[in-house]
């Protein structure tokens, strides 16, 4: 069982910044993806950034440049810097990891971010 507990999400300015959290119970290392995804009110939920095997990283086309996904193996941590921020960024984010052999899918319980205008 994985466990996911996201941080980080609040009310921010058009133009400004924001870091997500996302701490995983044990090693990071084994994930076979662990990214970022996000839900606008009446939206599907959409990727916005991944981490795949052998440290591939994909952003989504809308936040290309602005949004920076990382990991820290030591604290089995994955974070989400998110700059430049606009209105349309306004979701609650959700932090998940892929597990292989079989396919296994966590999510963690999100967290809200606001951006206004």
């Known amino acids: 069982q994985v466990q996911l507990v996201e941080s980080g999400g609040g009310l921010v300015q058009a133009g400004g910044s924001l870091r997500l959290s996302c701490a995983a119970s044990g090693n990071i290392f084994r994930f076979n993806a662990m990214g970022w995804y996000r839900q606008a009110p009446g939206k599907q939920r959409e990727l916005v950034a991944d981490?795949?095997?052998?440290?591939?990283?994909n952003y989504a086309d809308s936040v290309k440049g602005r949004f920076t996904i990382s990991r820290d193996i030591v604290k089995n941590t994955a974070y989400l810097q998110m700059n430049s921020m606009k209105p349309e960024d306004t979701a609650v984010y959700y932090c998940?990891?892929?597990?292989?052999?079989?396919?296994?899918?966590?999510w963690g319980q999100g967290t809200q971010v606001t951006v206004s205008s």
């Open positions: 981490i795949r095997s052998g440290g591939v990283i």
């Open positions: 998940n990891a892929v597990l292989a052999g079989p396919l296994r899918s966590y």
